[in-house]
């Protein structure tokens, strides 16, 4: 009776250890991709909403492992910030969008993600310069998108990283819009270039009416402060329509097609006559 009692325990502890080893695995797999520069950008398209224009590209980390498969970023992401390795990750994936994006049209931007953990490196602007100066990529052209989760922690030393970035003309986005816990807090105490709604609004748009007066007040608010908006997760010609309908401003999402790697980029660039 007593061994019937502990079973679900034991079988607790288990899953747990299996749970462990394979977070374990897969932090060494990550290790060793990080080691070998494995990790490669992909680039997904930012158009001009009106003219269907393609204005630059938001570089995504993609990762495939031979022992795990295509892993998404939101989980070696997070197993790189837990780790440290999410610094070196960063900036070798950068180094290669910065070349990459060297051979694009000199008006195309280049959007990089960067996680709450780098903002707490007091060289990371600093760092970031010298990668442009490396890849010889105007900075005008580079965009850093910040989420709002990583704003909290420390108010003072972000301020101090969107000043220093823009100081060197990169432009700053406020990234995931609406979806903190302050999002208007954000956008008053940082001086942000401008501001990304985030998918959540947008692909709810169609059925709930609520999601459509959202981003309406998002774009209202965008126009009032000056401040360029962009928006993601456009899959549907009807979201695009209700978006448009909504003012001048950019958007991406699987509408224009999924994140390619840097040779099919190019393809498209060439055939748009956009290199
Ligand atoms: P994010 O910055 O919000 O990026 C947008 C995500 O939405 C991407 O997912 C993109 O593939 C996906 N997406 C784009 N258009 C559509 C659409 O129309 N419909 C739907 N359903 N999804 C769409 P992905 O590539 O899986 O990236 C997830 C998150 O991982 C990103 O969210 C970003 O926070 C993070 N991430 C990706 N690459 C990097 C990186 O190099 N550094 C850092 N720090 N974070 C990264
Ligand atoms: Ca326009
Ligand atoms: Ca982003
Ligand atoms: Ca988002």
Request: overall charge negative.
């Amino acid at each position: 009776a007593k061994k019937a009692g502990n079973a679900p325990v034991q079988w607790f502890y288990n899953a747990l250890e299996a749970e462990l080893r394979y977070r374990c695995e897969m932090e060494m797999a990550l290790r060793d991709a990080v080691a070998k520069d494995a990790l490669e950008p992909y680039y997904e398209q930012q158009v001009d909403l009106d003219s269907g224009e393609i204005r630059g590209f938001e570089m995504l980390a993609r990762w495939h492992s031979s022992q795990f498969g295509q892993v998404p970023p939101d989980i070696f992401i997070a197993i790189a910030e837990e780790t440290g390795l999410i610094d070196r990750l960063s900036e070798q994936l950068i180094a290669k969008a910065l070349r990459h994006a060297a051979s694009w049209a000199p008006h195309l931007t280049l959007s990089v993600n960067i996680s709450p953990v780098q903002m707490r490196d007091p060289w990371f602007a600093q760092k970031l310069l010298k990668m442009l100066v490396a890849a010889n990529f105007p900075p005008q052209r580079l965009e850093v998108e910040i989420t709002e989760s990583g704003l909290h922690q420390n108010i003072a030393m972000a301020h101090a990283l969107v000043t220093s970035l823009r100081n060197q003309g990169i432009k700053v986005t406020l990234d995931d819009f609406g979806t903190g816990y302050s999002s208007l807090g954000q956008l008053r105490r940082l001086p942000f270039d401008r501001i990304k709604i985030d998918r959540s609004f947008v692909m709810a748009m169609g059925e709930d009416a609520n999601c459509r007066v959202i981003v309406e007040a998002i774009a209202l608010l965008g126009r009032g402060l000056g401040l360029p908006v962009i928006a993601e997760g456009i899959e549907t010609p009807a979201m695009l329509d209700s978006l448009r309908g909504m003012g001048d401003f950019k958007g991406q999402g699987y509408l224009y097609g999924r994140p390619q790697n840097a040779t099919t980029t190019h393809a498209l660039l060439a055939e748009r006559g956009l290199l």
